[in-house]
């Protein structure tokens, strides 16, 4: 049995490490992904966008079969052991893979602070009119910390994505516990589990714009400030006068707390008002369980797509950064030429998607989990 738990720990690190080279492939510039986003590019922007898209899309692949699989080992390896019940013992197996998947966390925690410093470092190399080849030096290190936020983003979903199915079987126990009833299967058959499904679907995507709207007016917000400042100290586009970035931060981080206030609302209020609609459902129809199911594919469908929807954010935005990158080293007439132009509009469309909305869904897929769990004796009915 001990063995067996431990070859469930590495399928966790095996799952990991398939995880990291999928997302390495798919936003690092020396491979196809990237290259053929930065060729696109030279036919104009939006051929930029559907090229990058569509990798992002194509990069769900390989981590969801790689947890898939991970799964599937983890949880029959436990159950093999007979330690306890077969599916208690599943579980377990299951937990373990997940801390073998996070036992390289410090790792992937210090490539993630890599990446930040090397795009920071970039910035105060171009505001301080540092030569070209300092500069050259600072974008090669900047396209790298784009691969490494982008790795510990997949990596970051993939064990949330193992960590989720844990918390989903301590749901149904729970529920179980506090109802007295069995709790062991989701109909999906029954209209009102279903719809139930299809909302926990909906938020995610709800979420997701709400996210990425939240950018586009903020910076909209910070471009009419820009402007403003141009017109009134034209100094400043020659290096006589400084700009006013108190401003500019100001706003940035007013809008950063005011914005997040709804998007925050809906993921914590939608799943307890579900519940509680279809508790009262559940008592108009005599099912003491009927919240309960609701909320099992609420939270099913909605992890299920946040998992898909944050791979494919992530990867996209880190794609089209590195594919700005790619052209600016020289490639498909380097910088300032039309397709330069076409990847810088794929960056900043990428931006809201691998810094905003997609590492916010990392954090409601377990909110949602976290909210139903804590909440549960509210949506049993009264029968």
């Not at 050259?136 to 784009?146: K, S």
């Not at 909320?295 to 998992?307: D, E, R, S």
């Not at 916010?360 to 909110?367: A, D, R």
Request: aromatic content about 10%; charged content about 15%.
């Amino acid at each position: 049995a001990g063995f067996k738990f431990f070859l469930c720990g590495i399928v966790g690190m095996v799952c990991a490490y398939v995880i990291v080279l999928s997302t390495q492939y798919y936003t690092d510039y020396e491979y196809g992904p990237v290259q053929s986003i930065a060729e696109a590019s030279t036919t104009g922007h939006g051929t930029n966008i559907i090229v990058g898209i569509s990798v992002g899309m194509k990069a769900t692949f390989i981590p969801t079969i790689a947890v898939a699989i991970s799964v599937l080992a983890a949880y029959h390896l436990g159950a093999s052991t007979g330690i306890g019940s077969e599916r208690n013992a599943g579980l377990f197996g299951t937990a373990v893979a997940t801390m073998g998947m996070l036992s390289n966390a410090v790792y992937i925690l210090s490539m993630n602070n890599f990446g930040p410093i090397a795009d920071n470092a970039g910035g105060i190399a171009e505001m301080s009119m540092q030569p070209q080849h300092i500069r050259d030096a600072t974008d090669r290190l900047d396209a790298a910390g784009n691969v490494t936020k982008a790795i510990t983003k997949g990596y970051s979903i993939g064990s949330a994505s193992m960590a989720c199915f844990l918390l989903f079987g301590a749901f149904m126990d729970e529920f179980s516990e506090f109802s007295g009833v069995p709790f062991e299967h989701v109909d999906l058959a029954t209209p009102e589990v279903l719809v139930g499904g299809l909302i926990g679907s909906m938020i995610i995507f709800y979420f997701t714009g709400l996210a990425i709207s939240a950018v586009g007016r903020t910076a909209h917000e910070v471009v009419l400030e820009v402007r403003r400042q141009f017109k009134e100290n034209p100094d400043i586009m020659t290096y006589k006068a400084k700009p006013d970035y108190e401003r500019c931060v100001a706003l940035v981080t007013e809008a950063a707390l005011k914005e997040m206030r709804f998007p925050g609302a809906v993921c914590i209020g939608t799943p307890v008002a579900v519940g509680l609609i279809f508790r009262y459902i559940g008592e108009y129809q005599g099912k003491r369980l009927l919240g309960a199911e609701v909320l099992a594919a609420y939270l099913m469908f909605g992890t299920v797509t946040g998992i898909l929807m944050a791979l494919f954010l992530d990867t996209t935005g880190g794609a089209w950064d590195n594919a700005k990158k790619y052209i600016e080293l020289g490639h498909f007439g380097g910088k300032n030429s039309e397709a330069h132009k076409a990847s810088i509009t794929g960056d900043t469309v990428g931006d809201p998607f691998k810094d905003t909305a997609g590492p916010s869904l990392h954090v409601v897929i377990k909110l949602l989990s976290t909210t139903i769990l804590v909440a549960g004796p509210l949506f049993i009915a009264n029968v």
